[in-house]
């Protein structure tokens, strides 16, 4: 069993920034992509950000520049460092990891964290 535990959402003023953290826990072998997603009301979940075992990360065109995601393979913990928030970032954050344990590699999903950008 996977749990994934989020935090670091809330409200904040156009042009802050806040840093979300997403812990993995339980029977986890390996973790190879940790990314993040997000969620508007009448949107589709779309990708932030992602980053591979030892690789480079990716990011979706719309925070390039502005948010950074890094990970500590020691805690099994990734985290998305969000600068110069727009109100068009105002979503639900749900991190996702691609991981190997007892069980088969599979996708585990957080529960979602809200980022509500406003002034």
């Known amino acids: 069993q996977v749990q994934l535990m989020e935090s670091g959402g809330g409200l904040v003023q156009p042009g802050g920034s806040l840093r979300l953290s997403c812990a993995a826990s339980?029977?986890?072998?390996?973790?190879?992509?940790m990314a993040w997603y997000r969620q508007a009301p009448g949107t589709e979940r779309e990708l932030v950000a992602a980053v591979p075992s030892g690789g480079s990360a990716n990011y979706a065109d719309s925070v390039k520049g502005r948010f950074t995601i890094f990970r500590d393979n020691a805690k099994n913990t990734v985290y998305l460092q969000m600068n110069s928030l727009k109100v068009e970032d105002t979503a639900v954050y749900y991190c996702?990891?691609?991981?190997?344990?007892?069980?088969?590699?599979?996708?585990?999903w957080g529960q979602g964290t809200q980022v509500t950008v406003s002034s």
């Open positions: 996702k990891i691609t991981a190997h344990g007892l069980a088969p590699l599979r996708e585990y």
């Open positions: 339980g029977s986890i072998l390996s973790i190879y992509v």
